[in-house]
């Protein structure tokens, strides 16, 4: 066994270094961004004859991933997916957990035949690749991000093959066949994103560069530029024919056509530099990856230094993405680890030490490999963090019920119980929503919306967020005036409901409440539950939260009401001068089914020991009964008053095992100091 073991521990320990990143993986199996569904709804229109459209009867293209449309319009056919558009989700992160160990191995293949990295420090790379956040929490996200990533390293290898053969032959057929293959595969990347562009670029820049400086060409070497020419070419063609315009709609709605400074700093600053941090920190990656390059001769490693810096540069030009995880920069993370374990090889060599191959040091070593490892994993949740995501690690919360993975399964549900087909829905979270309620669908955002898309913009509307990158720079429609273009087009289309997402867009409630005076439906999600405004037109839709509605009765048991403002059921604050104990009480107008209750904020000052949060229900036989209790901790109030720390707790939110019927809702608070709450919601139905 131990002769087995040696001749093969490469493969074993490549097997190895697959099972942690699929234990990685697996921490984010429950993420999903919104835009996937956009692409899935394209999807399953075109499997189900209605052309690659969002909705019949428009032609808008709100993707910029064809391929991945089309990729995923083939399973939802094949599986027999039918009515079950959801799946979808799950079957993306499936294929994406299959290209991303598909890119492991072309990392290890790339590292070995043209870095030519000794087997340990390869399989150390990997091991940095598969413990890495960005691309575990894009290998199941639901998005094209990993296949591209596995494409783009397999036109790498396919180019470094076609290099390495046309220096031994000119127009040999290895040649032919090495040049016809990458030309496909970056034929393939052209179609997976709209910015796959830049890759083709960088490769053809360094093809004309080496051809130029050699002075030859042959008709071996062009199948690497016509063919990816070629394909982009008929695609433009056939866009402009289906579509009408020459790029993505997205492009028109959200992009700002002019480069600026600020957004190439910022984006150094809130977007490279943090992802940088999640592989060890800038000064530890450039210095490393200069290593490198100084170092290594091969011009393989500075090709591949000259792919990602390239790319890093497009991304500070472009300002990055809005969504979690670093997106853009993920297709060049397994080179730019390539690079800087490469430069650590070097630097480890500098030190002109001999270490013996004793088994203690190759248990030291591996130990050291781990820890590094473990470190990258951690910085992938904190990388979490870091984006406030609505997220927790999938094994917090293990299910298999894909309508708990999908975002907004209850929102749509809840659309579909109280629309009929012929319902409009404006939205500006325009992905799961439609694609699971198959309703016609109003994007406020403009994304799927051509009408929105191409309207004049005034330039003081586009706003700079820090941290947001590229997306940062996008016109606010829903911070709009009521009489502004945008406002009166989504108006003028009389939508049944408008769903919207004030809870955590703060900017947005002055916009929800002019909204909800309207002659529709006012649908408000905190992504945890969500509340129906009910328009002064009269409407027969559910109420939910049943804490403010109607003829709810509240009242309070302080006699100090000088810091109270609002409905603290309706997202108001009251404060108790109340020093030991105190309680706040809806009524409701008539018994609900209640299933969860939210809080914002709530808590003692001074100290929170002995302190005590208890949510009681007043049951149909006027008995109030305890539901849930919080010991020693506030809500999302972490600082006292006079600057010491409390424990706390972030947003709580509290789901019954069982819905219970209730006329009524008492928080009690004992402490030892003043009392607060905000924004308590009683969420139920009749």
């Not at 428009?58 to 449309?69: D, L």
């Not at 690690?393 to 907004?408: L, S």
């Not at 939910?544 to 009401?561: K, L």
């Amino acid at each position: 066994m131990r002769r087995w073991v040696a001749a093969h521990w490469t493969p074993i320990a490549f097997a190895v270094i697959v099972l942690v990143f699929l234990a990685n993986a697996f921490i984010y199996f429950g993420f999903a961004e919104d835009d996937a569904g956009i692409v899935f709804r394209y999807a399953v229109n075109l499997a189900e004859g209605r052309g690659l459209v969002f909705q019949p009867g428009e032609r808008v293209e709100a993707f910029s991933n064809f391929g991945y449309v089309i990729l995923m319009s083939i399973a939802y056919r094949v599986l027999g997916l039918a009515g079950r558009p959801e799946v979808l989700l799950v079957v993306s992160k499936f294929v994406g957990l299959i290209c991303s160990v598909a890119g492991l191995w072309l990392t290890y293949a790339i590292a070995t035949r043209f870095i030519r990295l000794e087997s340990q420090w390869t399989l150390f790379a990997c091991l940095m690749v598969a413990a890495s956040g960005p691309f575990a929490m894009w290998s199941v996200g639901g998005l094209e991000t990993n296949i591209v990533l596995c494409v783009l390293l397999a036109s790498l290898y396919l180019y470094l093959s076609y290099l390495e053969r046309r220096l031994q032959s000119r127009e040999g057929r290895n040649v032919v066949r090495a040049a016809f293959l990458c030309g496909v595969s970056l034929s393939v990347l052209t179609l997976l994103r709209a910015d796959a562009f830049v890759f083709v670029a960088i490769i053809g820049a360094h093809w004309l560069f080496s051809r130029l400086r050699s002075r030859e060409v042959c008709k071996a070497d062009w199948p690497i530029l016509v063919l990816p020419a070629l394909t982009a070419l008929s695609y433009e063609v056939w866009r402009l024919w289906y579509y009408g315009y020459p790029l993505p709609n997205s492009y028109y709605a959200k992009v700002q056509p002019v480069l600026s400074l600020a957004l190439v700093v910022d984006t150094l600053q809130y977007y490279l530099e943090p992802y940088l941090h999640t592989l060890g920190g800038t000064g530890f990656v450039f210095g490393l990856a200069a290593i490198c390059v100084y170092k290594d001769e091969k011009h393989a490693s500075r090709f591949l230094a000259f792919v990602c810096a390239t790319d890093i540069a497009y991304v500070l030009l472009v300002g990055g993405d809005w969504m979690a995880g670093y997106r853009f920069l993920v297709p060049v993370l397994p080179i730019l680890l390539l690079l800087i374990v490469n430069g650590a090889r070097y630097a480890v060599q500098g030190l002109s030490v001999e270490f013996a191959k004793t088994t203690a040091v190759t248990i030291l070593s591996v130990c050291i490999a781990i820890l590094l490892a473990a470190q990258q994993i951690h910085e992938g949740l904190g990388m979490m963090r870091r984006w406030r995501k609505n997220f927790w690690p999938w094994y917090a919360q293990p299910t298999f019920d894909v309508k708990e993975m999908v975002p907004y399964w209850d929102i749509s549900t809840w659309l579909r119980e109280h629309s009929d087909d012929s319902a409009l829905v404006a939205t500006h979270q325009a992905g799961f929503i439609p694609l699971l309620t198959g309703l016609r669908t109003i994007d406020t955002g403009g994304l799927a919306n051509a009408a929105l898309a191409h309207m004049p913009k005034d330039p003081e509307a586009f706003v700079w967020k820090k941290g947001r990158g590229r997306a940062g720079v996008v016109y606010r429609l829903l911070e709009s005036p009521a009489s502004s273009p945008q406002q009166t087009y989504i108006l003028e289309q009389r939508p049944d409901l408008y769903v919207i997402f004030s809870r955590w867009n703060k900017e947005w409630t002055n916009t929800a409440q002019y909204l909800a005076a309207g002659e529709y439906v006012l649908l408000e999600s905190n992504l945890y539950g969500f509340d129906i405004y009910v328009p002064t037109g009269g409407t027969d839709k559910v109420l939910v939260n049943v804490a403010a509605f109607g003829n709810a009765s509240t009242s309070y048991s302080d006699d100090d009401p000088s810091g109270t403002s609002g409905n603290v059921f309706d997202g108001g604050t009251w404060t108790s001068g109340c020093n030991s104990e105190a309680w706040i009480q809806s009524i409701f107008d008539q018994p609900y089914v209640v299933e969860r209750i939210t809080v914002e904020v709530a808590g003692t000052d001074i100290i929170t020991d002995d302190s005590l949060i208890e949510f009681l229900l007043l049951d149909p036989d006027d008995h109030f009964m305890t539901v849930g209790t919080l010991r020693e901790t506030n809500v999302n109030w972490a600082t006292a008053s006079d600057g010491g720390a409390l424990n706390s707790v972030s947003d709580y939110q509290l789901r019954l095992p069982e819905p219970v019927m209730a006329k009524g809702f008492r928080m009690n608070l004992k402490g030892h100091g003043w009392f607060v709450a905000k924004d308590v919601r009683v969420l139920g139905r009749e």
